[in-house]
């Protein structure tokens, strides 16, 4: 969602969770979860991309 230029953090702040039930899944899988996960409010593309961003660093912070 974009109000003056800014994009909300809503989307991020519901994701944590996806780190903990996708360990080993594929990233295609990864990012379609974190999708469906900001589908209701926050279905902005920048927004998505970043919190499959921190998926990413959540499950393997040490692997990116």
Known sequence: YKKD????NGGI????PIALITNYDSDDMIYKLV??????THLNEEA???SYIYI???IKPNQL
């Open 5 to 8: 230029n800014r994009i909300t």
């Open 13 to 16: 702040m519901r994701v944590s």
């Open 35 to 40: 999708k469906l996960v900001h589908n209701p």
């Open 48 to 50: 998505i991309h970043t």
């Open 56 to 58: 990413k660093i959540l």
